[in-house]
């Protein structure tokens, strides 16, 4: 039986997770204008919240999710406020928000380590009860169907909200020139603050899909950052939809690409596109 089907179906769920990841990173970044390394960690932060509600209290599965994609979005505000407004107030560089994105990503590691351990967890109770799906001759499970399609909703609704809502429009604003939006009457800390909210909740939820596809653990957050910036810059830097293009493009890249040689090619070949990017198109395939 050929491959080729079940290397399609893995590199649309591939680029799935990204998608969502390069989503929020995007977002956050086209209107904040720094890289927030600490946004890899809230995904960390969602699985582990399902695993204590769902797992160690016995909560009601989708309450538990809920909660969890609530909770890293409240943490993101949290961080905003407490690190990154102040900072940002006395007009720190993007090096200065760089540095300090590193260091929260550093301490909501450790923070999620000590409380529940540095041990491999998985968030399905009953792993082999999932239903398994065949699509042209490729296998994807209930999990991996369900984040493929919370990722075109998630990222449908972002565009429509762009596109038709005054909400949208303002953080295109504020993207586009924070010091004119405040001239007009926008409230940019408050923009900012939800911009942050609504993209800390999609990398909760993306930290949640993969705990129930392959497990969590307290740095899984920064393989999906890694893969989620890539993503970003091959698709273009600050643009949602570039993000999400460039997502599925390196999931293709990556599974296809060691079709014939051993699976921890994977990241060496995902960077090796990164670098051509970098030298050869380094505004990305969508200009901001």
Same mark, same amino acid.
């Given at each position: 039986?050929?491959?080729?089907?079940?290397?399609?179906?893995?590199?649309i769920i591939a680029g799935a997770?990204?998608?969502?990841?390069?989503?929020?990173?995007?977002?956050?970044?086209?209107?904040?204008?720094?890289?927030?390394?600490?946004?890899?960690?809230?995904?960390?932060?969602?699985?582990?919240?399902?695993?204590? #509600?769902?797992?160690?209290?016995?909560?009601?599965?989708?309450?538990?999710? *809920? %909660? /969890? =994609?609530?909770?890293?979005?409240? +943490? !993101?505000?949290?961080?905003?406020?407490?690190?990154?407004?102040?900072?940002?107030?006395?007009?720190?560089?993007?090096?200065?928000?760089?540095?300090?994105?590193?260091?929260?990503?550093?301490?909501?590691?450790?923070?999620?380590?000590?409380?529940?351990?540095?041990?491999?967890?998985?968030?399905?109770?009953?792993?082999?009860?999932?239903?398994?799906?065949?699509? #042209?001759?490729?296998?994807?499970?209930?999990?991996?169907?369900?984040?493929? *399609? %919370? /990722? =075109?909703?998630?990222?449908?609704? +972002? !565009?429509?909200?762009?596109?038709?809502?005054?909400?949208?429009?303002?953080?295109?604003?504020?993207?586009?020139?924070?010091?004119?939006?405040?001239?007009?009457?926008?409230?940019?800390?408050?923009?900012?603050?939800?911009?942050?909210?609504?993209?800390?909740?999609?990398?909760?939820?993306?930290?949640?899909?993969?705990?129930?596809?392959?497990?969590?653990?307290?740095?899984?957050?920064?393989?999906?950052?890694?893969?989620?910036?890539?993503?970003?810059?091959?698709?273009?830097?600050?643009?949602?939809? !570039?993000?999400?293009?460039?997502?599925?493009?390196?999931?293709?890249?990556?599974?296809?690409?060691?079709?014939?040689?051993?699976?921890?090619?994977?990241?060496?070949?995902?960077?090796?596109?990164?670098?051509?990017?970098?030298?050869?198109?380094?505004?990305?395939?969508?200009?901001?």
């Open positions: 039986m050929s491959i080729i089907p079940q290397l399609i179906v893995n590199s997770i990204y998608s969502m990841v390069a989503l929020g990173f995007n977002l956050i970044y086209g209107t904040a204008k720094f890289f927030d390394l600490g946004y890899g960690a809230l995904a960390a932060v969602g699985g582990y919240t399902v695993f204590y #509600f769902y797992d160690g209290l016995g909560i009601n599965l989708y309450a538990s999710i *809920i %909660l /969890g =994609v609530f909770v890293s979005g409240a +943490i !993101g505000v949290l961080i905003y406020r407490l690190v990154y407004a102040p900072l940002r107030k006395r007009k720190s560089s993007s090096m200065v928000l760089l540095v300090a994105s590193l260091g929260v990503m550093t301490a909501l590691q450790s923070i999620v380590a000590i409380i529940f351990t540095s041990q491999f967890q998985t968030l399905s109770r009953d792993a082999g009860a999932e239903r398994i799906y065949t699509i #042209f001759g490729g296998v994807i499970t209930q999990t991996q169907l369900v984040t493929l *399609i %919370l /990722g =075109v909703l998630i990222m449908i609704s +972002i !565009g429509l909200t762009f596109r038709y809502t005054l909400f949208g429009k303002a953080i295109k604003a504020v993207g586009d020139d924070e010091e004119v939006s405040k001239i007009v009457g926008i409230n940019t800390t408050k923009i900012i603050g939800w911009v942050f909210f609504i993209g800390s909740a999609i990398a909760g939820l993306a930290g949640i899909l993969v705990g129930f596809d392959t497990g969590i653990e307290p740095t899984m957050g920064l393989d999906l950052l890694l893969k989620g910036v890539i993503a970003s810059i091959i698709g273009g830097i600050g643009n949602v939809y !570039g993000g999400v293009l460039g997502a599925f493009l390196l999931g293709f890249i990556e599974n296809f690409g060691i079709w014939k040689i051993s699976g921890e090619w994977k990241d060496a070949i995902a960077f090796a596109v990164l670098i051509i990017f970098l030298l050869f198109r380094p505004q990305g395939i969508l200009k901001k």
